[in-house]
Structures are given as structure tokens and as C-alpha cells.
């Protein structure tokens, strides 16, 4: 479609100011290519919550449901409880919508400064898992507040969604050039869901052959991802170690400020929906020093999703020019709109 129909959910704190640059970032690349964008806004999180009770109220998962796309800010605020906003809105709509793959690449762009002194190349992408594993909410508690409180959160692992997200790694594997795919995952001791997906990989890998696979424990992978992380091509894991990694991956890489990522369907049966990796940051909030490029690079995923590869790379050319200059100090701290007008400056094809 010429019609680019977008949900917008800015959400809370930073979310706000860095999904303006992103639209600024989405609209400039897309200028003169035929393609327009017609944005909904939607006003989900902290302010919503205050005012109804609701977080993501049904009528309005049915209308972002019938978009292109999704484009996420940042869901969470201090005045709310913790786990209201992060389970009734963000994973209800990952999960509702399907989003099994939760896609999170990790680069380091020349000239980032990053904590490791040896870096290498750093290029890989942590495909996680997205609507299962100890996410699901499946668990509870007995004797409350007592000394004899038991909580459980069992961690569901279905072999029709371990075998759908191991089979979209190993084609993003055998897409790259190097054709490695990790599994990551805690299989000595996690015995039960450790099995099924070693059993999956070794089942969807005869697919594959052209892709090269390893294991990792999770806690062996947090060593190499900062003592050698250039040895990753493909991550492929479950939602949690996946939640874990994807934080110390960003943390080499430059850090939470322009980590992306895309909560996605491959199957394009419902919008996927793209967002920073980043929190609202309300200490920050609504000053104009966020970094916007996380926000900025998520939408190149989004493009890269609909099939606008040209735009996609386009957005990341200026993403990694400008990330550049920083580094050579031809810039500055700039606020956050001088940021985005510069990326879409930056775009114009
Ligand atoms: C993330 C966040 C979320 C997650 C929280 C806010 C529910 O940490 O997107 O990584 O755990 O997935
Ligand atoms: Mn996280």
C-alpha cells in the first residue's frame, strides 16, 4: 500500500519527546518516495491509567489492531504500581498481538564509546522470544506476607512457539554472511524447557544447513558477550534470558540510548510494533535530553518490516554519520529535537 497507516503510542516520560524525532526522522525519509504516512495517536499509559483505570481498554486494541504498524515510546511511570502498565498494556499488547519474535540487534557503530577495551566487531541480533517463557503470568502465591509465603512463575514453553521463533533465527541466520546461530539457554539445569529447545534447534537446523550453531548457558553467554561478543551472529533464546541479555548488549554497544528493537509477527497476520529498548527515564522527562536515536533506529526496523529496505538503510546511514560526528566532537550535547531535525535532514534521499 502507498498508505503507511501508523499507530502511534508515544507513552510515558521520554517516550513522549523521542517518538516526535521519530515521526520527524520516518516522515523526512519517506518524503518524495510515494509513500505517505497517516498516523493514530493513541494516549495509553501513566495518564490513562490515573484517569479510567484502564491501560489498554479492548476497543482500542481492535483499532490499533487494524493498522500497518506500531510505533512504541516507552510504558511506565513511578505514580503507578509496578507491573500494571508493563503487563496490562506493554506485554498485553505483545502478547495479544502475537508478537513472537522480539527482535533486538545489537552494533556497535564506529566511534560509539563503549565500556570494553577490546571490542572488536561487535554486528549480532538477539531474536527473542516474545509471547512465552516466564512472561506469561502463569504462576501465584499462597500464605502472602508470612514466613511460609511460596511463589511460583512457571515458565511455559510450548513446542509450537519454540520451534516458530527458532525457525525465524535460523533464517535471519541464513540471511547474514556469517551464518551463525547461539542458542542460549540453561539446559543443566532448566531440564525441562532446556530439552525442548535444544531438541528444536537440532530438529530446525537440518533445514538450515548452511547455518553453523552453538550453545551457550545463559550465564557462560553474559561472560562472552563482554569478554569476545564479536563471536555472535544470531541469538536465539527465551523471553527472559532474552530480556537480560538484550539490556548487557546495549550496555557494549553504547548503551540503552540507541538500542532498538521490534516486537514482531513474522506471519504479518497483526501489526508489529517497534520500540526503544529504553524506559520512560522521568528523571529526564520532558527536557529535552533524550537521545531520540533508539527511537530513530526503530523505526529503520520499521521500515525494514514493510519492505522498505531503501528507507531503512537510509535512516541508518544518518543514524551511524551522525553517531560519527559525535565522536570527532563536531557535535555536541544537543537537545533532543536538534537531534531529530538533524537525522532528518540526514534522510533526504
Ligand atoms: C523490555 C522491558 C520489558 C520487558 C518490561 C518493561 C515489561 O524490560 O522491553 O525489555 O521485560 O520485556
Ligand atoms: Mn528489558
Known amino acids: ?182 542458542l542460549v539457554h540453561k539446559h543443566n539445569v532448566l531440564v525441562h524447557a532446556g530439552h525442548l529447545w535444544r531438541r528444536t534447534v537440532e530438529a530446525v537446523a537440518a533445514e538450515f544447513p548452511d547455518v553453523a550453531v552453538d550453545y551457550l548457558h545463559v550465564d557462560a553467554a553474559t561472560i562472552f558477550l563482554v569478554t569476545d561478543p564479536s563471536r555472535f551472529d544470531v541469538i536465539v533464546t527465551d523471553n527472559l534470558f532474552g530480556d537480560i541479555l538484550t539490556d548487557l548488549a546495549a550496555a557494549v554497544t553504547g548503551g540503552i540510548g540507541l538500542a532498538a528493537s521490534g516486537n514482531v509477527n513474522p506471519d504479518r497476520t497483526t501489526p508489529s510494533m517497534f520500540e526503544p529498548v529504553h524506559g520512560t527515564a522521568p528523571d529526564i522527562a520532558g527536557q529535552q535530553i533524550a537521545d531520540p536515536t533508539a527511537a530513530v533506529l526503530s523505526v529503520a526496523l520499521l521500515l525494514d518490516h514493510l519492505g522498505l529496505g531503501d528507507a531503512a538503510a537510509r535512516v541508518d546511514a544518518a543514524v551511524t554519520a551522525d553517531l560519527a560526528r559525535r565522536a570527532a566532537g563536531e557535535v555536541g550535547a544537543r537537545p533532543t529535537a536538534a537531534v531529530g531535525d538533524a537525522l532528518a535532514a540526514a534522510v533526504v534521499a
Open 1 to 182: 500500500a502507498d498508505t503507511l497507516r501508523l499507530a502511534v503510542i508515544p507513552g510515558d516520560g521520554i517516550g513522549q519527546e523521542v517518538t516526535v524525532e521519530a515521526l520527524k526522522v520516518l516522515a523526512a525519509v519517506l518524503d518524495g518516495s510515494g509513500h505517505r504516512v497517516e498516523t493514530t495517536e493513541y494516549d495509553l499509559g501513566a495518564r490513562l491509567y490515573h484517569r479510567t483505570g484502564e491501560t489498554l481498554p479492548d476497543s482500542v486494541l481492535e483499532e490499533v489492531r487494524g493498522h500497518d504498524a506500531i510505533l512504541l515510546g516507552a510504558i511506565g511511570d513511578p505514580s503507578v504500581p509496578s507491573g500494571v502498565l508493563e503487563r496490562g498494556l506493554l506485554l498485553k499488547l505483545r502478547f495479544a498481538l502475537d508478537h513472537y519474535v522480539n527482535l533486538r540487534p545489537s552494533k556497535l557503530f564506529p566511534g560509539v564509546p563503549t565500556p570494553l577495551a577490546d571490542p572488536g566487531e561487535i554486528d549480532f541480533v538477539v531474536v527473542r522470544e516474545g509471547t512465552e517463557g516466564p512472561y506469561v503470568g502463569n504462576g501465584g502465591a499462597v500464605r502472602v506476607g508470612t514466613p511460609h509465603e511460596i511463589a511460583t512463575e512457571v515458565s511455559v514453553n510450548t513446542a509450537f512457539g519454540v520451534e516458530r521463533v527458532v525457525r525465524d533465527g535460523f533464517a535471519r541466520a541464513a540471511a547474514r554472511p556469517r551464518k551463525k546461530l547461539t
